[in-house]
């Protein structure tokens, strides 16, 4: 049986993760996600993808990150029908991250077309939130370790991959081969989430080079967290949090709560000005077993948190009350979720020293950017980022220290302090990655390195050719590759 493999995203980049295999009988994609970044990248979302949507026998998803699952809605918006397979969480989490996705894109369609700063007119929506509810509807939940015939001659089942809550490598058999495809590699000895699952064998593995060139920050036990907040409260600033609103802020607030429990941070009002990330933070409460065991007896809804929110409706401050219980795990004692647009716009406009943690983790869109738009100018306050930041992004260019930044259509000059903590990156970095390949008891025939920038890409390449010796293989965007029997 002829089995080919497209590499049609993550090839020389990190976004926009999609793999097409094929066999004489079935197409199925693996992963679905949005080019994020550089513009050349972004453009190829609005490409047609080189292949009929509507003939697709099924989807798989490796987890609920935008730049795995954010392509979706486009696909079903050109046709395509078929089941969309994934762990429960990984639904859970898509449920709450593809409307918010089509939202987001409708609104920066009408604010691009109100304001006139699109050179498209009128500026359309990549797709809309009706398109992503028409997504969620396809989507097929598998427990871990369960294997699925997903379509003639193809079975898939999912291993814990520890980068997110549902997160999976997809491990594909067919035609007599075993494929895992790797998703998003998750670390060792991290708090809220499990450690990567081992896997024994595969006869091709596609495997993430986020960091393939770097070692992450030595783990320092939040000192750095904890003077980046101190030193900014004490100057009377905020401190901006730029964070993906599913997975990251978990692992922030567990600091920001094991840091104020032992009085190496003051007591600062702490917002969560993302109603995804809130929904998100309770999907994670409802899933305990899926998450680290030393969080675990941590998570009790034995005492609401601080309201200070007296002047809200009182039927909005119980609801408000309520959702904050449910999550009072992660809850600092001055935690606050922001549900409406109006309660965003006057905690951007609010001077008091806080902790304001919203999304995107990239500073590519969502209402982080009118909290940066404010706060940029002033070198009160902090932005602080805690994940990768990938080329061509608004994120990037801020740690690579540019000193103005376009938001909405305005430069905004950069008088804020910016700061980086890399030890809380939720992707293995070049030692962790080696580490996880001991687990195999043989090589595959080959192996391929992707989800990464060239020069990590290439490193990452270059060390496993070395140590464990093993075949591999750099695809570029575009290619197909036959996986032989």
Known sequence: MTVSLTFLGAARTVTGSKYLLETPSAKILIDAGLFQGLKALRLRNWEDPPFDPSGLDAIVLTH????????????????????????????????????????????????????????????????????????????????????????????????????????AYARVRVGGRTILFGGDLGRYDRPVLPDPSPVAEADYLLVESTYGDRIHERDDNGAKLASVIEATARGGGKVIIPAFAVGRVEELLYWLKRLEDEQRIPVLPVFVDSPMATAA??????????????????????????????????????????????????????FRTIASPAESRELTASNMPAIVISASGMATGGRVLHHLKSALPDARHTVLFVGHQAEGTRGRRLVDGERSVKIHGVMVPVNARIERLESMSAHADSSEILRWLEGFSRPPAATFTVHGEPAPMDALAAAIRAKPGWAVRVPEHGEVVTLEA
Not at 87 to 103: E, F, N, Q, Y
Not at 117 to 142: G, I, M, N
Not at 281 to 297: F, G, I, K, M
Request: proline share 8%.
């Open 64 to 167: 609920a990150h935008l730049d795995h699952c954010g392509y979706l809605p486009r696909l079903v918006s050109r046709g395509s029908a078929g089941r969309v397979f994934c762990t429960a969480g990984t639904k859970d989490l898509c449920t709450i991250v593809l409307p918010d996705s089509g939202r987001i894109h409708e609104e920066d369609a009408a604010n691009a077309n109100r304001k006139g700063y699109s050179k498209h007119h009128p500026a359309l929506p990549l797709y809309t939130e009706a398109d992503a509810f028409r997504a969620v509807s396809l989507l097929q939940p598998v427990g871990y370790e369960r294997p699925m015939p997903v379509a003639p001659g193809v079975e898939v089942d999912f291993v814990n991959a520890g980068h997110l809550l549902g997160s």
């Open 281 to 334: 933070l309770a999907r994670y409460r409802e899933r305990l077993n899926e998450l680290d065991p030393e969080l675990q007896p941590e998570l009790r809804d034995d005492k609401a948190p601080h309201d200070e929110a007296a002047h809200e409706p009182r039927a909005r401050r119980l609801e408000q009350a309520r959702q904050e219980r449910q999550l009072c795990g992660f809850c600092t004692r001055r």
